[in-house]
């Protein structure tokens, strides 16, 4: 490997409000040279939401035409990539892309599990003329892994040997949890819902992208029993690995827990599924990690300042930072992971995910498509 050759990460989370992008390279270490984003238009989002849904009319139809509009923005955050850094378009190796996941269904006893990730790889490569390596949880969950969180392995790669007793929390629309634990493997899982239904509420409430540092929430006061009967989903009682999405943790489940509870202020709700996302997270640490020492927080959510305080209250012996503390700004860490990933594949260097995933072998993930080279 040279050090010329850089690599472009492409993230869309669970939140779906659009695509994180950066430009890195990995050696002879890692960098970021250049971070960019851009939101998804309105009906863009509504159509991804609905994709979501268990039947939609015209499905197949609409998640083609959806594919494709993606394929469109992630190539309008490359060309800000490297039009941001100067780099020559062809000093990128390839495009790690994640893709919209509008199915998520993992693994559970008796049943096999599918995922499906949209976002039009094919016509991505022809819109930047670069390689695109994409579908990389598909061969995952065919090796009976989970198919996510894949970040875990990324974390490990660049924290691993540096920490120990060491969590990395992602608060994306599901949170999800790596914990470095050298020399024992490195494990992660989902815990459950962080901004999935925080930002819907208050979408739905103050009509806003998402309630500021969490604002609105301090305003509350937590309803004990709607918090329980959320609590009673049988996910959170599961063991690692697991995974999980809006697939489960969508409107519908909400509406059902809120049914029982028809008068709560709006105010109250919101307060409560912080609670829900703080309560479920610490009890998954302390169930699943008890000598974790300290924790770094990324995603969107490690912006929602009441979540991060009231996660410290919930966990008083572990620091909590965001990964701005290792370098690493907290929206850069998932699209930096997924340009790893890229690199993995081009090279032919397996990921081992099985204490993670609960991936049956070591994997070379992602689909790759090669440009022509005449």
């Known amino acids: 490997m040279v050090e010329s050759e850089y690599y472009i990460g492409l993230m869309s989370g669970t939140s779906m409000d659009g695509v994180d992008g950066v430009l890195a ?12 984003y851009l939101p998804f238009p309105a009906a863009l989002k509504i159509t991804l939401l609905q994709l979501n849904q268990v039947i939609i009319p015209n499905e197949l139809h609409i ?14 955050v490359v060309d800000l990539l490297l039009n941001q ?3 020559d378009r062809s000093c990128v190796r390839a495009i790690g892309m994640h893709g919209v996941t509008i199915r998520h269904k993992p693994i559970i006893p008796h049943h096999s599990g599918y995922t499906l990730q949209i976002g039009k790889a094919a016509e991505l490569l022809g819109l930047c003329n670069l390689d695109v390596v ?6 995952d969950i065919a090796n009976q892994g989970q198919g996510a969180p894949l970040t875990p392995a990324f974390h490990h790669y660049f924290w691993g040997k540096s920490y120990s007793n060491t969590g990395l929390l992602n608060l994306g629309g599901i949170a999800n949890i790596t914990y470095l634990r050298d020399p024992l493997p490195t494990i992660g899982f ?3 819902p962080a901004n999935v239904f925080l930002d819907f509420w208050a979408q739905t409430h103050l009509h806003q992208a998402h309630d500021e540092k969490g604002n609105w929430a301090r305003l509350g006061t937590v309803h004990a029993e709607l918090l329980r009967v959320m609590l009673n ?3 959170f009682q599961l063991l690692p690995p697991k995974s999980t999405g809006r697939d489960l943790f969508n409107v519908a489940w909400l509406q059902e827990k809120l049914a029982i509870f028809p008068a709560i202020p709006p105010v109250e709700v919101q307060a409560t599924l912080l609670a829900l996302t703080v309560q479920t997270i610490s009890q998954a640490i302390m169930r699943h990690t008890p000598s974790m020492k300290e924790l770094f927080v990324c995603g969107g959510g490690a912006y929602n300042h009441a979540l991060l305080e009231q996660l410290q209250l919930a966990l008083p012996k572990i620091k909590i930072a965001t990964t701005e503390a290792l370098g690493i700004p907290c929206h850069q860490v998932e699209a930096l992971a997924f340009a790893w990933l890229a690199r993995q594949r081009i090279h032919q260097i397996p990921v081992d995910l ?8 070591v994997q070379i993930l992602g689909a790759h498509l090669t440009i022509p080279r005449f």
């Open 63 to 76: 998640s083609e035409i959806a594919g494709l509009e993606i394929a469109h923005i992630y190539a309008d």
């Open 190 to 192: 989902d815990t459950g």
């Open 233 to 235: 989903e049988p996910y």
């Open 85 to 87: 850094t100067h780099i």
């Open 354 to 361: 099985k204490f993670i995933t609960g991936a049956s072998k």
């Open 134 to 139: 994409y579908d990389f949880r598909s061969l």
């Open 25 to 36: 390279k990995f050696e002879p270490t890692t960098e970021v040279l250049g971070q960019a």
